[in-house]
């Protein structure tokens, strides 16, 4: 890192690098997810996802560089050279990649999809812990411009936990569908409920009808006899 930059620069550029680094994990992440999931609106989400993720790749190396300093796509350790800190990342994202094939070919596709949304989530939530710091260092420093920039990250980080987190129950819900059977599964709510069917209501409508009619022509009949006995 250059010589030039002093110790707030310093810190916010070791910081964005951080980032920088989990966005180019999780590009790899996402590209090997895509390519195992059949389900296509999530297909889609996760999609849209990566090019939101690789914009955040690019914002952040953009504003390093503005910082004065040089993106990196490896973890940012001290003491660790640059080069060695770029291959343990794509050695990491490699291995992750071969876990998720090997899960697919032995897992159907409901379980495939159910893991492999699980990890989606766990490292959305990294990303958000990632640019709440971060932005928090900036507002501290007086840096708005890294302070936007990472706000505005954290706030599509932050939606796309939200989607895994409901497709999460909805992918559980699929397998239940698929690998428990029926008489194993809760009641649902709709079926815990007794019915009452078209004819029951009529003919508790016409009950009800034929009580009031009761009513009404023994009240008249009373007003009768009592105008009878006067």
């Given at each position: 890192?250059?010589?030039?930059?002093?110790?707030?620069?310093?810190?916010?550029?070791?910081?964005?690098?951080?980032?920088?680094?989990?966005?180019?994990?999780?590009?790899?992440?996402?590209?090997?997810?895509i390519a195992?999931?059949?389900?296509?609106?999530?297909?889609?989400?996760?999609?849209?996802?990566?090019?939101?993720?690789?914009?955040?790749?690019?914002?952040?190396?953009?504003?390093?560089?503005?910082?004065?300093?040089?993106?990196?796509?490896?973890?940012?350790?001290?003491?660790?050279?640059?080069?060695?800190?770029?291959?343990?990342?794509?050695?990491?994202?490699?291995?992750?990649?071969?876990?998720?094939?090997?899960?697919?070919?032995?897992?159907?596709?409901?379980?495939?999809?159910?893991?492999?949304?699980?990890?989606?989530?766990?490292?959305?939530?990294?990303?958000?812990?990632?640019?709440?710091?971060?932005?928090?260092?900036?507002?501290e420093v007086?840096?708005?411009?890294?302070?936007?920039?990472?706000?505005?990250?954290?706030?599509?980080?932050?939606?796309?936990?939200?989607?895994?987190?409901?497709?999460?129950?909805?992918?559980?819900?699929?397998?239940?569908?698929?690998?428990?059977?029926?008489?194993?599964?809760?009641?649902?709510?709709?079926?815990?409920?007794?019915?009452?069917?078209?004819?029951?209501?009529?003919?508790?409508?016409?009950?009800?009808?034929?009580?009031?009619?009761?009513?009404?022509?023994?009240?008249?009949?009373?007003?009768?006899?009592?105008?009878?006995?006067?």
């Open positions: 890192m250059p010589d030039r930059l002093n110790e707030r620069d310093t810190k916010l550029v070791q910081w964005l690098n951080e980032a920088h680094a989990k966005e180019a994990e999780l590009e790899a992440d996402l590209t090997a997810h195992l999931t059949q389900k296509q609106s999530y297909k889609n989400r996760l999609r849209r996802h990566l090019t939101e993720t690789r914009d955040h790749k690019r914002r952040a190396a953009s504003r390093i560089k503005q910082l004065g300093g040089a993106a990196s796509t490896g973890p940012s350790l001290p003491g660790v050279p640059t080069a060695v800190g770029e291959a343990a990342g794509k050695a990491v994202a490699a291995v992750k990649g071969q876990v998720g094939t090997a899960r697919a070919a032995v897992t159907n596709q409901a379980e495939t999809h159910l893991r492999n949304a699980q990890e989606e989530l766990r490292e959305e939530h990294v990303e958000i812990a990632l640019y709440t710091r971060l932005e928090t260092l900036a507002e007086g840096d708005r411009e890294t302070a936007q920039l990472t706000r505005g990250i954290r706030r599509e980080e932050e939606r796309m936990a939200r989607f895994l987190e409901a497709e999460l129950k909805r992918l559980v819900k699929e397998l239940v569908k698929t690998e428990i059977p029926r008489e194993q599964r809760a009641p649902t709510r709709h079926s815990a409920r007794p019915r009452t069917t078209t004819k029951a209501r009529a003919r508790s409508r016409g009950g009800t009808r034929t009580a009031r009619a009761s009513s009404s022509s023994n009240s008249t009949r009373n007003r009768s006899r009592s105008r009878a006995a006067s």
